[in-house]
């Protein structure tokens, strides 16, 4: 196994003239798109933010609480708020993007108000990936719950809320809106999506590996030798993915330093390190499959896959495609790595990087009972 893993990552690079090829067309191709979708990801002007909400509150404090919102000046004219009728629908609303963020007040609300020994409860949701319109729903719900607070201690104290007063504009906090903090440049945005193009052409290697150590001449000398074949799989599916690996880092640390593509630091660093990882071994197996699936034959099939995965993810256009786009893995990997980089949810990061080593664990399952099985 280690003398297969060796000698596969010795010959890999020695052939550094077609991965110099890729790298820089990929580096070319980050540019290119960056620079003709750069309007595309700027914020001009503030829309209307359009916000679901569902009071489920069995007393009157969770309704006060949004029609305290509703009434104040200046949030309505930064959000539209459309009250629905059952939770479910606002959950709906948010998943198909035709709210911006949904708020949920539970029905043990009021009753919390009243119990200082617990924790008084809502729920705001937004998208998948943090966005400029969450960011603003956020603030605005943050600021009001400030202010209760604030009404309910002086209560406490005085007795009376009638001389409380409370400026809008003193509780409310900036937050900076950059590729830093919520948002990606259209550079960072396709340096992701390129990434995970690139990665994906991983999958040749698996697909050209398995084709060679099966279906060539040296596949026949390999059956009729002593060596047991499941050592020798693992040592090349481990040595493709490390050369993938190696090449998608190259090309993090390039637009890094040239493009100034954020990346993160610290942990963020390490955590993109696992995912990028995770999901050049993923592409590699799912090569060594359609590679052995197709008997040497599943190029062609390979490269439709790159295609097709990096489109239904938004790697050539940054659009959504709610339902179709949870077919490709490469939605998974950018779920995670926006996450990741723009103060998502890190819930999202993990789940996405498990479903993608869940995806690794099949492949490379079905890959070892097609060779046990020798219906290559």
Same mark, same amino acid.
């Given at each position: ?45 503030? #829309? ?155 999958? #040749? ?7 060679? #150590? ?163």
């Amino acid at each position: 196994m280690l003398t297969q893993f060796l000698y596969t990552v010795k010959r890999l690079l020695k052939e550094y003239r077609s991965t110099l090829v890729k790298l820089c067309s990929f580096i070319l191709l980050i540019l290119v798109l960056g620079s003709a979708f750069s309007g595309a990801f700027d914020v001009t002007s503030i #829309d209307t933010v359009q916000v679901a909400y569902f009071v489920e509150d069995e007393g009157p404090d969770g309704k006060d609480f949004v029609e305290m919102m509703k009434q104040e000046p200046d949030v309505a004219s930064l959000v539209k708020f459309t009250e629905v009728t059952e939770r479910a629908e606002g959950e709906r609303m948010l998943a198909d993007e035709e709210v911006a963020a949904f708020l949920y007040i539970p029905p043990e609300f009021t009753q919390q108000v009243n119990d200082l020994s617990v924790n008084n409860d809502l729920y705001v949701y937004t998208k998948k990936q943090s966005s400029f319109d969450a960011t603003v729903v956020q603030n605005i719900v943050d600021t009001f719950t400030y202010a209760s607070n604030c009404a309910y201690a002086h209560y406490k104290l005085t007795g009376s809320v009638e001389d409380f007063s409370f400026d809008m504009q003193e509780g409310t906090k900036a937050v900076e809106y950059t590729a830093s903090g919520n948002k990606p440049t259209s550079m960072g945005y396709y340096a992701v999506a390129m990434l995970l193009m690139m990665i994906l052409y991983g999958a #040749d290697y698996g697909c050209s590996g398995m084709s060679e #150590d099966y279906f060539s001449a040296t596949g026949d000398r390999l059956r009729v030798s002593p060596l047991n074949p499941l050592p020798q799989f693992v040592g090349k599916l481990s040595a493709l993915s490390l050369v993938t690996f190696l090449e998608a880092a190259f090309l993090v640390a390039f637009t890094g330093i040239v493009y100034d593509v954020d990346w993160g630091t610290g942990s963020t660093l390490l955590t993109l390190i696992v995912i990028v990882f995770v999901y050049s071994f993923f592409a590699t197996a799912m090569g060594a499959v359609i590679g052995l699936v197709t008997k040497g034959k599943g190029e062609g099939m390979v490269m439709v896959a790159i295609i097709a995965f990096t489109f239904l993810a938004g790697g050539f256009v940054a659009m959504p495609m709610p339902i179709i786009e949870n077919l490709s893995p490469s939605y998974y990997a950018k779920t995670a790595i926006f996450n990741l980089l723009y103060n998502g949810s890190q819930r999202l990061v993990w789940q996405s990087v498990g479903i993608l080593a869940g995806l690794s664990a099949i492949c490379t399952a079905v890959s070892t009972w097609l060779i046990r099985r020798k219906r290559v």
